[in-house]
């Protein structure tokens, strides 16, 4: 029986744990903090995953919330002056549905499962000497390792990093106590663009207490939103700013949130990540290969939505691999080869998608976003920007694809006139600012 050792025990390494245990794999999983720390620590995400991602779950068993998580079915969209007031509104429904459950639960509850359905779960923080022995005595070695620093082992790959600094600072909460929106038929992604100064957006969610709703903040560092400094240093005062800005700069929204508290004490977290793409193979001191996945290899900003999607996507292609490797080494160019599949059908452009979102919106974006406030299918189109990444990167890029989407609701924007970006900044700057 091949034995496979998986560092992580987060979205990616349970999920490749369990495919591999059910396949007839000797399997360990080693995690550096046990169910219980987990599950009352602190956050380390607030992911939502698609349906067909989730579907990889379910085939495992151990989509443990089906039911009783929300499933988000619609985005409502609105872009926002700096004083609050919103320029355009957009709403749709999503051609692919997703659900947001507290990765605490996920990782506590499947360690938990893992270890008494007979798998190896050893708690230790792993570091080099230990992967060293690690790689001694297993077949396969997979570092799932998340954002943590055992990452830096693999090599940051110049040629494919769009990044060298955060774009954006990022606060998330989970946030219990907060109204509903009868006016919109759906359970929605409520995304809230601020022109160039960031965004912020709060997705149906479950966690300890049940269904609630989790909220990230994502403002471009040095813009009026960009209120999430060190000084930002306790629940409480997460709690007070998340509710000061959604009253001031989304203040048709505050009914909802006035009365809202956090889950618990710990579900909150402020940052900033730089998106990375790695080499996703190290060559140990004694020349044996460990192979990077999820995070550790394509670390991507929350405001792409993929994080955990992509990192779901190559654990799924590296289990096949394995599975169809049978017999033969798990060589350091069997392990690029598998990235390099993954990179060059999903990574590459969730980096691309990434960038694209943190930086000011494109002139096809912009139209597009425009002829979405007055045709239902354009709506359509602009809510799933996140479903199929590659697609929407071609109409927030280039002016043809977007045109060639207006082309086919042209009966719903018969007589539409768009401004142009700098028409738009131009009129909408004009209005009075609140001080
Ligand atoms: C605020 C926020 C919102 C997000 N929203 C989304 C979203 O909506 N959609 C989406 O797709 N993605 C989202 N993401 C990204 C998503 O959370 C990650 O991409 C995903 O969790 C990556 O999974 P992973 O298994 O690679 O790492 P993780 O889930 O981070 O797991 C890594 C595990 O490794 C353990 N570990 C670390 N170092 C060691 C060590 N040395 N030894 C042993 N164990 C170790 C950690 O304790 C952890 O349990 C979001 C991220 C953030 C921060």
Known sequence: MRKIAIVGAGQAGMVLAFGLRDAGYDVTVL???????????????????????LDQERRLGLHEWEGRAPVCNGMHATLRLPNGDVVLEVQGGLDETCQGVDARLKSAAWMRRFEREGGRLVIATVDVPLLESLAETYDLVVVASGKGQLSGLFERDPERCLFDAPARRICALILKGVGEWPEIPYTPLKFHF????????????????????????????????????????????????????????????????????LVDEKAWLRGAITPTVRKPVARLASGRPVMALGDAAILNDPISGA????????????????????????????????????????????MRFTRIMTEPITEPAWKLLQAATRSPGVARTFVNA????????????????????????????????????????ERFMQRPQAA
């Open 31 to 53: 995690e550096t903090r046990t169910p219980d720390q987990i599950e009352h620590g602190p956050i380390l995400s607030t992911a939502m995953v698609f349906d067909r991602q």
């Open 194 to 261: 601020g022109m160039e100064a960031g965004d912020y957006f709060t997705i149906p969610f479950y966690s300890h207490a049940g269904p609630c709703r989790a909220a990230v903040f994502e403002p471009v560092p040095g813009s009026h939103l960009d209120v999430w400094g060190p000084e930002i240093d306790t629940a409480d005062k997460a709690l007070a700013m998340a509710k000061r800005v959604i009253r001031d700069f989304s203040p048709q929204d505050w009914p909802q949130y006035e009365h809202a508290g």
């Open 307 to 350: 994080g955990a999607n992509d990192a779901l996507r190559m654990t799924e292609r590296l289990r096949k691999a394995i599975l169809q490797r049978e017999d033969r080494p798990f060589t350091d160019d069997w392990m690029q080869e598998v990235f390099e599949g993954h990179y060059q059908e999903h990574g590459r452009h969730t």
């Open 386 to 425: 996140y479903t199929d990444v590659q697609q929407s990167i071609r109409w927030m890029t280039d002016m043809e694809a977007a045109d060639e989407v207006l082309g086919r609701h042209a009966g719903e924007l018969q007589g539409a006139r768009f401004l142009t970006r700098a028409e738009a900044q």
